[in-house]
């Protein structure tokens, strides 16, 4: 099977350094307490903590501070309160941008969002003014240790959209509803070395852009990551 690569979406993601990897723990964090506290605390019974779950083990995210975060949301002492708030808008060069946060000050998250788009070069958009652009599917992305051909056969039988050979390892896309299926059925035919493992959107078409203004595209990207009630930023630059 081929396609167009998906893995330059979540490539500079995956080549974090230690403090990036932190900020990364704090934000999977946010993410897991909610949806620990606006369902039940057992991930077999909550499909969302699941999927959040599968997303932190796929970064490395200890035990621990997995737990700690589930069990932060069952506290009677937590008063934290997040809310979940998209913001959408154009990059430099007309590159659709998506922006997913988790905030206790939307007036606040979106300040710091519209700063950085406008400093770039871009504007905020609308609500639904680039989402249609996208579509929400399960991205699992395996480690290049595994023998292709084999890989390949096994995948042919699993209910997936597409499969992709990548320099680094091995992507496989596939609907939303059966992300947890395919990743159960890979894991009982062996395969469990993920590097990325998550529901996320991914554009139906990819934008080129000259060098400067790619540029000036990545240091955006790096401002909206850095800004803490960022919890994913998607867009369809062709990196």
């Known amino acids: 099977m081929s396609g167009h690569s998906k893995w330059s979406t979540i490539k ?20 897991l307490y909610v949806a620990a506290k ?15 779950i599968e997303k932190a083990k ?22 934290e309160n997040y809310d979940f708030v998209r913001y959408e808008g154009y990059g430099p060069g007309g ?7 988790l905030t206790d000050n939307k007036n606040r998250t979106a300040s710091f969002v519209r700063t950085a788009l406008t400093k770039s070069g871009g504007n905020l958009g609308t609500s639904n003014s680039v989402a249609y652009l996208f579509e929400r ?7 290049s240790c595994y023998e292709e051909d084999k890989l390949m056969e096994d995948v042919l039988d699993l209910d997936i959209i597409d499969f992709v050979k990548e320099e680094d390892g091995y992507s496989i896309e596939c609907s939303y509803d059966n992300f947890i299926e395919i ?35 990545l240091k955006l990207l790096e401002a909206l990551e850095n800004i803490d009630d960022v919890q994913n930023v998607y867009h369809n630059l062709d990196l």
């Open 12 to 31: 500079r993601k995956k080549g974090a350094i230690d403090e990036q990897r932190s900020k990364i723990f704090q934000k999977l964090a946010k993410e």
């Open 95 to 101: 590159v659709a941008i998506i922006v997913d946060c």
């Open 58 to 79: 796929a970064e490395n995210m200890p035990k621990d501070k997995i737990e700690n975060a589930i069990n932060k949301a069952s506290s009677k002492n937590d008063m």
């Open 183 to 217: 990743k159960d059925k890979l894991e009982n035919l062996g395969y469990n070395k993920f590097i990325t493992s998550e529901i996320t959107l991914l554009p139906n078409s990819y934008i080129s852009l000259d060098e400067e203004k790619q540029l000036k595209f």
């Open 137 to 143: 599917k399960g991205l699992l992305i395996l480690d």
């Open 38 to 52: 606006n369902g039940d605390k057992d991930p077999a019974l909550n499909a969302n903590l699941r999927m959040v």
